[in-house]
Each structure stands twice: as structure tokens, then as C-alpha cells.
């Protein structure tokens, strides 16, 4: 994997860079948000299944600097991955240390929030060395893209033929079993397009396939 130092100090995209730079908590008991590229967290020794978001959240990975934590979309997430025996934290609004996620990583295909929740195509082409980094992880089995887009940029990263996106769906791309679910969003929330039991009925598809590998 690139470092973190590297990660850390990049400023390919100078947009993102003054974007990120710029946000101010909304809490106003909150003093400093992360503002800086996020890095993949979890299992980073052994992991068998990869998260793949799309980008942070302005007030959320961006504030705590940990992917999808402090809104929405990662409380549904970890609420999923901890109801399917991979993190041993229920609700995780804000960082906890004590956070632990078994044999999974989460990350994202962008590692700076952009405005307005639009990248352009040379922003993902800047990002797309460490996403392809993180693939490269041995020990990685799956692949859970959280979104469309997340699911499209890792057909890119993994140089494939693009297949029709479909919620729940599995597709053996390369080395990689690939699964996709709609975004964690709480627009999704409110619409009804995900909820909870959605993505736990998608990780339960991951473990049943990788059950020895988990079991390890």
C-alpha cells in the first residue's frame, strides 16, 4: 500500500485540497475537524473484505477522519457490519479507538470530500493509485462497493468491463467476488431504497462465501 505520509500530504487535486481545508465544524463545541485525505480503516493486517465508498463526508469521515463515521450513512453501516459479526461497536456516531472491524477494510474510491458531492473525471484519475494499493492487499477476498459510483470506479480501478449496476448482486471481476448495494445515504434512508436488514442480508452473502476464511 502507498504510505500514509504520502496519502496524508497529497495535493494532486488542489480543489479538494482547498475544499477540505475550508469546512468548518457545524457543532460549534467541536474545534478542529480531520480536513485532510482520509485512509483505509479496519483490519489493515488480514483483511478478506474490502468497503468501497465513494468519497468522505463533508461532516462526517471528513470531520472524524475515519470512513463513513460521524453521519448517516455510517451509522447504518457500522449498525450492518456489527449486526453481521464484523465490528464490535453498535452505533458509531463519532472516532472510537476502541473500534475494531473483523477481516474488513473501508475505504473509499476518493480520498478528499469534494464540493457538492461532484468529483471530476481527473480527481478520480489523481485518486486512483491508492485505491488500486488497497486492492492489492493479498489477503483480500471481496469486495462490497457502497453506491453506483463506488461500483463503477472500482470496475475502472480493476480494469474490467463496466456490468449493469444491481443492488445485492455478486460479479466475479479478476480475482476479486464484487458485490454492490445502494448508498448508505440517509437520502436512501428516507426514500426507502437501503435499510439495515439490506446490507446485513448483503454481508451475510459475503460471509456464507468466504466462511473459511472468516473462520480463520
Excluded at 22 to 43: F, M, Q, R, W
Excluded at 55 to 80: E, I, Q, V
Aim: net charge positive.
Amino acid at each position: 500500500m502507498i504510505d500514509n505520509d504520502t496519502l496524508i500530504s497529497c495535493r494532486k487535486c488542489e480543489r479538494l485540497a482547498e475544499y477540505r481545508e475550508s469546512i468548518e465544524p457545524k457543532n460549534p463545541l467541536l474545534t478542529k475537524y480531520h480536513n485532510a485525505p482520509v485512509l483505509p480503516s479496519g483490519d489493515l493486517e488480514s483483511p478478506i473484505l474490502l468497503i468501497c465508498g465513494m468519497a468522505p463526508g463533508a461532516h462526517g469521515a471528513n470531520a472524524t477522519g475515519m470512513n463513513f463515521c460521524g453521519d448517516g450513512a455510517g451509522r447504518l453501516l457500522y449498525k450492518a457490519l456489527f449486526l453481521s459479526g464484523l465490528c464490535n461497536i453498535e452505533n458509531v456516531t463519532e472516532y472510537d479507538h476502541n473500534l475494531k472491524l473483523r477481516k474488513t477494510i473501508i475505504t473509499n474510491a476518493c480520498r478528499c470530500v469534494p464540493p457538492l458531492n461532484k468529483l471530476t473525471k481527473q480527481e478520480l484519475e489523481n485518486c486512483r493509485p491508492f485505491l488500486e494499493s488497497v486492492f492489492s492487499m493479498p489477503s483480500l477476498k471481496a469486495i462490497l462497493c457502497i453506491g453506483r459510483d463506488a461500483f463503477y470506479q472500482t470496475c475502472k480501478t480493476l480494469k474490467v468491463k463496466e456490468p449493469q449496476f444491481k443492488p445485492k448482486q455478486r460479479y466475479d471481476l479478476g480475482k476479486f467476488a464484487v458485490w454492490s448495494s445502494y448508498h448508505t445515504s440517509t437520502y436512501c434512508q428516507n426514500t426507502g431504497r437501503i435499510t439495515v436488514q439490506d446490507v446485513t442480508e448483503v454481508l451475510g452473502m459475503i460471509l456464507k462465501t468466504f466462511e473459511k476464511e472468516f473462520a480463520q
